[in-house]
């Protein structure tokens, strides 16, 4: 939660950068939003999309795409992202990808302009547009274009598949694909109590194991040639992405599990604890480090994002943009310290 963490004014970070750090970087901005523009959550979308090294430095090598005018996301996109590098404003508007994105999703009445709606389903839809706009000859489901930055650096190619102990029959595998990993808050903050339960303290490669476990939770199916065994579905991951996304779904509007939800947090995530099995070596190996966070919070999003130039975690609220400071002793900022210094170890 937001409100239980300390901040300092931006600028009070000068003294502590070297010089020729600050003039390589662009100081972070604010995305405005007006009253009843309620463009929080594409605004917590963007700010990932800048903030993450990978995206920024690959978007910006593509230059051709599929233009779609007026309704055209992938210019959008590059407008802002030339405001958020050359602009001398301290706060942007977004009105120019909110309007491409409502007539972009005009027919499915998603993302409409003045209604609010979901930050990571709009991070996927981004996503996926982003894919449609440079390599729309490719389907979405199979796309293999080596410059499609959405699927080589962020999905997840999946299959999952039962296989029975029992009897030993095996269900056809069901390949799929997906941008954001969801798991719910409540079977989280349950599995968490209950692999506390059989250790002594939480240990740093529990993180991929708990998400996990509480992904499987309640997915359970019968076997497929009925021998009446129960099954846990099994999740193979066939690709090695560089960007991991974890959606926490809340599974009621007045959750008390905020506490909970941020202390089973983990910093570090091993891919290969993430799934039943990881065929490519490459991913088993991976080990993957929290840069940011969208939070949702009093009908409200924003962000935490690790900054890798200035090694710092910055909030964004919209116009607002603070830095997030270490020196108090709350348990929040320290935890947002552990956080930090565990991104820091990032080299993207
Ligand atoms: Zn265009
Ligand atoms: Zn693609
Ligand atoms: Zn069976």
Redesign the pocket.
């Known amino acids: 939660k937001a409100a239980a963490v300390d901040f300092r004014p931006p600028g009070g970070v000068q003294g502590l950068v070297t010089p020729r750090t600050m003039t390589s970087i662009a100081p972070s901005k604010g995305l405005s939003n007006e009253p009843g523009q309620n463009s929080c959550f594409l605004n917590s979308a963007l700010q990932v999309l800048w903030h993450l090294d990978i995206f920024r430095r690959s978007f910006r090598q593509l230059t051709t795409h599929k233009c779609m005018e007026d309704s055209c996301i992938f210019c959008a996109l590059k407008s802002i992202f030339a405001q958020f590098q050359f602009s001398s404003e301290r706060v942007l508007p977004s009105d120019a990808l909110r309007s491409a994105l409502a007539k972009t999703f005009q027919d499915e009445q998603r993302f409409q302009l003045g209604i609010m709606d979901d930050a990571a389903e709009c991070f996927e839809n981004l996503l996926m547009r982003i894919h449609f706009h440079i390599s729309a000859e490719s389907r979405e489901d199979i796309c293999t274009a080596k410059h499609c930055i959405p699927h080589q650096k962020f999905a997840m190619t999946l299959f999952e598949q039962c296989v ?6 095996t269900s056809d595998p069901l390949p799929f694909i997906q941008m954001v990993h969801y798991i719910s808050t409540t079977s989280l903050c349950n599995q968490a109590v209950r692999m506390l339960e059989c250790r002594e303290k939480p240990t740093p490669d529990m993180f991929g194991e708990l998400l996990r476990n509480a992904s499987n939770m309640g997915d359970l199916r019968n ?7 129960v ?1 846990r579905i099994r999740r193979v991951l066939m690709n090695s992405p560089e960007i991991v996304s974890i959606g926490l779904v809340w599974d009621s509007d007045h959750s008390d599990l905020a506490e909970d939800v941020i202390h089973s947090l983990g910093t570090c995530l091993r891919l290969g604890d993430l799934f039943y099995r990881v065929t490519e070596e490459r991913a088993r190996q991976a080990e993957l480090y929290l840069v940011g966070m969208v939070c949702y919070y009093g009908k409200h999003y924003s962000t935490f994002f690790f900054q890798t130039k200035i090694r710092k975690w910055m909030y964004f609220d919209d116009a607002h943009v603070k830095e997030v400071r270490h020196s108090s002793a709350c348990g929040s900022t320290r935890k947002m310290r552990r956080m930090a210094s565990a991104a820091s170890s990032l080299h993207l």
Do not use: D, T
């Open positions: 029975c102990n029992s009897c030993g029959a076997c497929p040639s009925n021998c009446g065994e099954l």
